[in-house]
């Protein structure tokens, strides 16, 4: 059942000057059924009544769009709340407002959704009735058209009071005056009205292309109503089906061009009778040249006796701000939807005056429903498993009474039968003290769950294996997400088990080696089994080699990788120690001939290299007369020697007993030849006399042919100097 609205306390006065108006069950009037259609035509609603409010009824004084009744019980009236205040009345959604819901005008004919009102207040206060928009969708009154329906109300009290002026004159001449001044001055009073309203206006006479705009359509576009007049018999002028287009002339000039299209469809359809009204969003040219956005809506008023259009009526409201806050709320939602995708966290929020949940993109896909879903209330707690649904409503009621939010985890069951676990988040926002809107997050949280339940089930199945093994045991997900670890694992990574469980595998590698990592997580989801070597970064920031073998698991309803390891980095050392040795001098800490051999074997063509070789004189006296240990002496100090004399990229190798020979990468005959001078400049702090022989590797000659020839320079430098013993 309905809920009737309760009477004023000046109810009885109220009803004795509706009465004294003498307008009840009257005729239809041309100027109340002009102040009715504009409120239809400013707010795009398509029902418009000014209703007058009985004791037992409410009547219609006029009506646009409700075929039918011209009056319904006071009881079920929508218009009985209206009169009770001053400020208009609305109900964006009556299926959803407990006064209204079982009202019969909302469950049967004309099934109304959304009801605005205002009051028609006289000049001594009282509210015979009400000026209201009515719509059998849900929606919302933008303050715009607040505005525009309450200086609509007012010029239907103000009319009514004038009409009953002209009735208590008392001659039927003097009323018949009366009227027909309130009838010729309809459109200059709906006029100012609408200019009141800085709603621009246009008249179009489709036959004869005539137009006429008001003031505020010339303001809005920068222009001087004489220029415009200029422009209006060309604006809208041809009906030209095989153009494509009634939209022709001066108009292409102020409408964008992408605008057209649609604005040209939905005029034809309105032309046609498809459309009540006609209605759109376009970019107008401004005379500077910028861009604003305009609402356009129209109505034909009057038709040829064939029934062709003769004149539309129409206004032209700037939205320029309205779509400039729109594009900024949408990209505002459109960064947090990203960055709700990317953190894997929905959003959410409900209206507790209309019970109208909304919910993200992200949270539609966490529900596996299609982005732009909305759910009723019941809808979205009963995707929590049954035995979370008592939970999350008890935290909610509690959040509303005591405003703290509530934080949970719960199962939950999709559209698709997925059981997953989330975290749902919610907080209540206030207005002038009552809770008036719940906000909140929801995040999936499956992962991390599994992920811990995975650990418990591995510590129970290799607990012992865990405790005892000295090798390195560890499982991850397929994505490389560590489920568990042993002991002997954790320490040697220096962590913590805690520390490492749950946490990406990639994060204790450089990040170089992701792509690495990345491809062996492909051969073991896909071969069931991998092999080889990982480099590890430990907690202290040393680097691990670990030697791997690991094997997929698909035993359990969730896949894993259980992993064996040995930590080889000490082994790897020595490899790479004894590999160092392998060309290393033991005695002088110089390389050997063996990575002489390495060298001439990575030589590219084209590559110059300097080689010098150096034979120490008299070597072998050394050795007689000192002893083994002074000629080793001999020989780490020459080493010591050459080193220091020669650039930071130059090689010293120990050829061999007292010989020796220097490799200049990159080097010429300039360049050896400067080398050569330092040396023999610094002969004098020399262990011991020596003699040099040069040559330059060019081209593709062989390493070897350079130094052979060198040692042939070096061997003429002796003969030149008589010394013959090595």
């Known amino acids: 059942m309905a809920v009737p609205a309760p009477r004023s306390h000046d109810e009885e006065r109220r009803l004795e000057r509706l009465l004294s108006l003498g307008v009840l069950d009257t005729e239809a009037e041309p100027l109340f059924d002009a102040l009715t259609k504009a409120a239809s035509l400013l707010t795009g609603a398509p029902i418009a009544l000014m209703t007058l409010v009985d004791d037992r009824r409410q009547w219609f004084k006029s009506n646009v769009g409700l075929d039918g009744p011209t009056e319904t019980s006071r009881d079920v009236a929508f ?11 609305v109900v964006p959604d009556a299926l959803m407002d407990p006064r209204f819901a079982n009202n019969p005008l909302v469950t049967d004919a004309p099934r109304i959704r959304f009801y605005a009102g205002a009051p028609i207040t006289l000049s001594d206060g009282l509210r015979m009735g009400a000026l209201c928009v009515i719509d059998r969708q849900p929606r919302q009154l933008p303050d715009e058209h607040a505005a525009i329906l309450r200086q609509l109300a007012r010029a239907a009290a103000e009319a009514l009071e004038q009409r009953k002026a002209a009735l208590e004159r008392g001659e039927s001449l003097h009323r018949e005056a009366l009227l027909h001044r309130l009838l010729m001055d309809d459109r200059t009073r709906l006029a100012a009205i609408l200019d009141a ?55 292409r000039r102020l409408t964008h061009p992408d605008d057209l299209p649609q604005m040209d469809e939905r005029l034809q359809e309105h032309l046609r009778g498809e459309r009540p009204l006609f209605e ?13 956005w305009g609402l356009l809506r129209g109505r034909v008023i009057s038709r040829t006796d064939d029934g062709q259009p003769l004149w539309i009526y129409g206004t032209m409201v700037d ?15 459109a960064f947090l939807d990203r960055s709700g995708r990317v953190a894997g966290v929905g959003g959410w929020q409900l209206d507790l005056v209309t019970n109208q949940l909304t919910w993200s993109d992200q949270t539609c896909a966490i529900h596996d429903l299609p982005a732009g879903h909305h759910p009723t209330l019941s809808e979205a707690v009963h995707y929590y498993a049954p035995e979370a649904r008592e939970q999350i409503q008890q935290a909610v009621t509690k959040g509303i009474e005591d405003g703290k939010g509530w ?78 670890v042993n002991p002997a694992a954790a ?9 490492l469980l749950g946490r990406p595998f990639k994060e204790l590698m450089e990040p170089a080696l992701h792509g690495m990592f990345d491809e062996y997580l492909h051969r073991v989801t896909t071969r069931g089994v991998a092999h080889g070597l990982l480099q590890i970064k430990a907690k202290d920031g040393r680097s691990l080699a670990w030697q791997y073998h690991n094997s997929l698991d698909i035993e359990n309803d969730e896949p894993y990788v259980l992993g064996h390891a040995l930590d080889v980095t000490e082994r790897m050392r020595h490899e790479s120690q004894l590999r160092e040795w392998s060309v290393r001098d033991s005695l002088t800490g110089l390389f050997n001939r063996r990575y002489l051999s390495q060298i001439a074997d990575k030589l590219e063509r084209d590559e110059r290299w300097g080689c010098i070789m150096i034979d120490l004189e008299n070597f072998k006296s050394v050795n007689d007369t000192h002893g083994h240990q002074r000629g080793d002496e001999v020989l780490v100090a020459m080493g010591h020697f050459l080193t220091m004399h020669v650039r930071p990229n130059d090689i010293v190798i120990r050829s061999g007993g007292d010989e020796f020979v220097i490799l200049l990468p990159n080097a010429g005959e300039q ?38 020839s060198a040692d042939n320079q070096l061997y003429r430098v002796r003969r030149e100097r008589g010394y013959q013993g090595r």
């Open 671 to 708: 360049e050896t030849a400067a080398i050569i001078r330092r040396l023999e400049a610094a002969r004098a702090s020399a262990p011991i006399r020596f003699t040099m022989g040069h040559a330059i590797r060019l081209r593709d000659t062989p390493l070897d042919a350079a130094l052979a």
């Open 319 to 333: 939205v320029s701000e309205r779509k400039r806050m729109e594009r900024r709320l949408h990209e505002s939602e």
């Open 491 to 499: 320490q040697s990574l220096g962590y913590s088990m805690g520390e």
């Open 79 to 89: 218009c009985s709340y209206t009169i009770l205040d001053d400020r208009p009345f």
């Open 197 to 251: 309203s800085q709603a621009g206006t246009w008249e179009w006479n489709v036959q004869t292309g005539e137009m006429r705009f008001n003031e505020q359509w010339a303001s809005i576009l920068g222009y001087a109503l004489e220029d415009l007049d200029l422009l209006s018999s060309s604006v809208w002028r041809d009906i030209r089906e095989d153009e494509g287009g009634i939209i022709q002339g001066a108009q």
């Open 407 to 484: 934080d949970l985890e719960l199962p939950m069951i999709t559209a698709k039968g997925r059981h997953i676990w989330v975290r749902a988040a919610g907080a209540v926002e206030f207005d002038h003290g009552k809770p008036c809107l719940l906000i909140g997050a929801i995040q999936d949280i499956t992962a991390r769950k599994q992920a811990v339940e995975s650990v418990q089930r591995s510590e129970h199945r290799f607990r012992k294996l865990f405790e005892e093994s000295l090798g390195l045991i560890c499982t991850h997900d397929l994505n490389g997400t560590i489920l568990s």
């Open 280 to 292: 759109s969003e376009a970019r107008l040219r401004h005379k500077d040249g910028h861009w604003l």
